[in-house]
């Protein structure tokens, strides 16, 4: 598609690697213990994290991935900001810093968690193209933010624990390990906290103002519940930032180009404005689960979960132009004639007698022409520039279109997930499967397009796969469809005793699997695939005037069935070097087969990823980590495949 969304877009195109390097940095951190003190009755804790990081992009952006306007080879500039803005060279250089504060007193504990960051090289230093909105730098200049504050209130019935949580909160269900969207889906994602140097998973996590309950009805079974007070969406990379592969969908996004890449940003011409976001209401989300532990079948743990929520993943839909093409062509024929080099005077009075005589011959042909008329109009330039003001004009009245986003209400997900252990074997096993009713899968957005361009140009109404929509001016026109997604994935995870000179060796892997079961044929509808920034078909390339650029193959929209897996595995030497412990870790992502419908976007066939890190941790308090990774395969529909980066971080905790 041609904003490369989401994404989550986001997280949802680097969610293996990147949630693979923070799931295993909490494996071996080893935090300093936290300052304590106590106030009368109340005890306290305080525990702080500081990070210096720096990351630098490997190699210049690469002519695939941007617009062919910007010199690349890309159909498209809604995608390529990011890409543009940092060239070879640091994109991060951050500092920042998490403190949390626990009080408890007697029955009762109260917890807050602040985030803060100034990142010197996104805050202060030009970008090399685009200069990042005011809502970006928020996101990734820097900023204070409150994450966590909520009250817990421990309580027993009869024998029986019932332990309520009152205020912002993360609550995590299910036993997924790397691969999203499965069933732990309560709370959304900041993107951009995951992308920087030394990232931690609670950095990333947006706490939701929330009531949430535990009651374990006997030692063997507990019930859960919830009930959210707000909703809150998941805010994908900001337009022009590094990882942005979306110029138009984040915060500050503002406009999306037409021309399939022929078109440039700084453009006059060509731009359809983003219309009012549409948010969900902050109420009707709510969720169950029952936890059962079955100490016979190995120590198991069962759960099963029902959860009513709204979508935290944005959709595009559209609303075609609330103004018809002006038949008046004498405006666009200034703007041509003028553009060509005469002066304001020459160029209206030119564009007037042009236009005089195309009046007179649609009118009433060419027998109603003077020669000397016949030969003005017959004239290369002048068809040329009768043409060109044709454009002008149609892309005049497409500017009074808008694209909306917007996030579907009311999806129901139930589940069911285990944690095991497998005998003797030292394996541990834990796995979920969801099934959601009324998931909003996004169209391919061509089709949107060409459908919400019908309603000025009868070319656009037969060659795209939602509509006809001649004539009807300033109508809404929806970009998703609401189907039912079922998710399976399994984590297996083993560790070893010394291996190679280390104290132990851990591997854990994840495999999962996404299946849409009524998704429509390509023929019947296409669904949005990254990177898909033409129509699927070349007929309606060719019947809509856009015959020189290629239609974008079947294989890379949306599929019905998707899969992948996910590897770490690490080494640890403890007491390595004056008291220093190293683990050295790799971490690979394999998107298999198919391409998850977008805005979940799990998969993408042939996408892969490695990273290699390097830890060294001392007296529990400092920690030292440089880190490579590598994005490749699944060709120009991983857009971030060019954006390989090195990473150096620093902690101090206290």
């Known amino acids: 598609m041609s904003p490369g ?8 195109r680097h969610h293996g690697v990147l949630a693979s390097l923070l799931l295993l940095a909490s494996f071996f951190s080893t935090k300093a ?3 304590q003190f106590q106030l009368g009755e109340v005890d306290g804790g305080l525990d702080t994290t500081l990070t210096l990081g720096v990351s630098t992009r490997l190699s210049d952006p690469d002519r695939k991935f941007y617009g062919t ?7 498209s500039v809604n995608a390529d900001d990011g890409n543009l803005n940092y060239m070879s060279g640091i994109n991060s250089l951050i500092v920042k810093g998490t403190s949390d504060l626990e009080l408890s007193y007697g029955r009762f504990k109260a917890f807050g968690r602040v985030y803060y960051f100034y990142d010197f090289e996104n805050k202060n230093s030009d970008r090399a193209r685009t200069q990042l909105s005011p809502e970006a730098l928020e996101q990734v200049g820097s900023d204070i933010r409150l994450l966590d504050l909520f009250v817990v209130g421990q309580f027993d019935i009869g024998s029986a624990p019932l332990d309520i949580r009152l205020g912002s909160q993360v609550l995590s269900w299910g036993e997924s390990t790397f691969i999203q969207n499965g069933i732990n889906v309560i709370n959304p994602i900041e993107v951009s906290n995951i992308r920087v140097p030394g990232a931690e998973l609670k950095e990333a996590l947006l706490p939701v103002p929330m009531i949430s309950a535990s009651y374990g009805i006997t030692e063997d079974i507990t019930l859960e519940a919830f009930y959210q007070f707000k909703w809150q969406e998941t805010i994908i990379d900001p337009p022009g930032t590094y990882f942005s592969t979306n110029d138009f969908a984040g915060r500050g996004g503002s406009q999306v180009f037409l021309g399939f890449g022929a078109i440039p940003d700084s453009s006059p011409l060509g731009a359809v404005p983003r219309g009012p976001d549409q948010y969900p209401s902050d ?6 689960a029952a936890r059962v532990f079955v100490p016979g079948l190995n120590s198991t743990e069962f759960g099963f979960y029902f959860i009513n929520y709204h979508s935290r993943l944005p959709n595009i839909s559209a609303v075609t132009p609330k103004e018809p093409i002006n038949p008046n062509l004498t405006g666009p024929l200034t703007f041509v004639f003028s553009q060509a080099g005469l002066p304001p005077e020459q160029a209206s009075a030119a564009a007037s007698q042009l236009f005089g005589i195309l009046a007179k011959y649609t009118v009433a042909g060419p027998g109603a022409l003077t020669p000397q008329e ?16 044709k454009s002008i004009a149609f892309l005049t009245s497409a500017a009074t279109a808008n694209y909306l986003i917007e996030y579907g209400e009311d999806i129901q997900l139930y589940g069911a997930s285990f944690n095991t252990s497998l005998g003797s074997s030292g394996v541990s096993l834990q796995g979920e499967v969801s099934y959601k009713v009324g998931v909003p899968l996004q169209v391919d957005d061509i089709e949107l397009l060409f459908a919400a361009l019908s309603a000025i140009h009868p070319a656009f109404g037969p060659n795209n796969q939602i509509g006809n929509y001649l004539g009807q001016l300033d109508t809404y026109i929806p970009g998703f469809r609401e189907e039912n997604v079922w998710q399976a994935q399994t984590t297996a995870t083993k560790v070893f005793g010394p291996t190679l000179g280390a104290s132990q060796w851990l591997i854990l892997g994840e495999i999962g699997v996404n299946y849409v079961p009524g998704l429509p044929s390509q023929e ?14 070349q007929e309606a390339m060719d019947n809509t005037g856009n015959g020189q650029y290629a239609a974008t193959p079947a294989y890379a929209f949306a599929d019905a069935t ?19 412990n190293v683990s050295p870790l790799l971490a ?8 998850t419908p977008r805005p979940l976007g799990n998969f993408i066939e042939g996408r892969m990823s490695l990273s290699a890190a390097l830890q060294f941790t001392y007296l529990n308090d400092w920690q030292v980590e440089l880190r490579y990774t590598n994005y490749f395969g699944a060709d120009v529909y991983n857009l971030i495949s060019d954006r390989d980066f090195l990473s150096a971080t620093l902690k101090y905790s206290f």
Not at 69 to 75: A, H, M, V
Not at 524 to 537: Q, V
């Open 283 to 288: 109420s009707g989300q709510w969720g169950l």
């Open 69 to 75: 306007s910007n010199g690349g080879l890309q159909d």
């Open 588 to 595: 690979f992502a394999h998107d298999v087969s198919g391409n």
């Open 524 to 537: 019947e509808l296409r669904f949005d695939g990254a990177g898909t920034f033409t129509s699927g078909s």
């Open 374 to 389: 016949l030969a003005i109009l017959q004239a290369p330039q002048s068809q040329a520039a009768i043409d060109g003001a």
């Open 33 to 35: 213990t936290a300052f």
């Open 562 to 580: 998707s899969w992948g897996y996910r590897i770490v595995t690490r080494l640890d030497y403890d007491n390595a070097f004056f008291g220093a």
């Open 5 to 12: 969304f989401l994404p989550c877009a986001w997280w949802r």
